[in-house]
């Protein structure tokens, strides 16, 4: 496998066709939504580091401490 520089790949991005630069857009923002999402599940899943402000802000939804926005 060869390893293709930066350079190299900013150079084959800009002599793509619209329709495949489009393809390749769509697959990069995929890419980082998973990752996001996985980051997100992360955060407040179980032990997540933002488990326990999660719990809170239901804790406070639950006992109607919590104003509508307006």
Do not use: H, Y
Request: charge should be negative.
């Amino acid at each position: 496998v060869r390893t293709v520089s930066l350079a190299e790949i900013k150079d084959a991005v800009e002599a793509l066709p619209p329709d495949q630069l489009a393809e390749l857009v769509s697959f990069i923002c995929s890419r980082e939504n998973a990752a996001w999402d996985q980051q997100i599940d992360a955060d407040f899943g179980e032990n997540g580091r933002l488990r326990p402000l999660l719990d809170e802000v239901r804790e406070d939804l639950r006992a109607g401490r919590l104003d509508d926005l307006p």
